[in-house]
């Protein structure tokens, strides 16, 4: 688990009347700020909100927005709806998985992509279809466009690090 950065939670919390009607406000801004809701911040909140630390954990898991563990810094949604399954999402999930060396769906262990499958993201017009950061959606992926599209989003520290000679030549998505 990456150092938790203790001292942003307390100005955090100043921005809300201590009470448990915050809770979900405040765990969605410790959610984005930390692109996950670490333990020590929840027992934080349960403290200051006098909440029990389970109602507190409760919420955290009922909420699919919200994450336990690290995400990555961008987060890739997959489309594996069947409009994307058979115009070949799965290869593009392949060669994203393949260039990122992942096993399968999850967070690379720099953090700096966490990678999800999905179904149907309601374009199904521009199958197959990946949506980065809940916002940027990537219409007609094919294998080729996926270095391309990784390239877009990664710091350029690490772009260069790991860019291949060929990714040069692959069309942005
Ligand atoms: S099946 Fe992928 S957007 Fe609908």
Redesign the pocket.
């Given at each position: 688990m990456p150092h938790v950065e203790m001292e942003k939670v307390e100005p955090l919390l100043e921005q809300y009347e201590p009470q448990r009607i915050n809770l979900i406000p405040i765990l969605q801004d410790v959610q984005e700020t930390y692109r996950y809701l670490p333990q020590e911040v929840l027992r934080r909140i349960s403290q200051k909100l006098r909440v029990p630390l389970t109602e507190v954990y409760q919420v955290a898991t009922f909420y699919r927005c919200f994450s336990l563990v690290p995400r990555g810094k961008h987060v890739i949604q997959v489309?594996l709806?069947?409009?994307?399954h058979v115009r070949g999402a799965p290869r593009v999930l392949d060669r994203i998985l393949l260039d990122l060396k992942m096993a399968g769906p999850g967070t690379t262990n720099d953090l700096q992509f966490t990678v999800e499958t999905v179904r149907?993201?309601?374009?199904?017009g521009l199958?197959p279809?990946a949506r980065v950061d809940n916002k940027n959606t990537h219409p007609h992926l094919t294998q080729a466009k996926v270095g391309g599209l990784l390239k877009k989003y990664q710091d350029k520290a690490e772009a260069s690090r790991t860019a291949k000679p060929d990714e040069a030549s692959h069309a942005e998505a």
């Open positions: 489309c709806g069947t409009a994307c149907c993201i309601g374009c199904c199958a279809v």
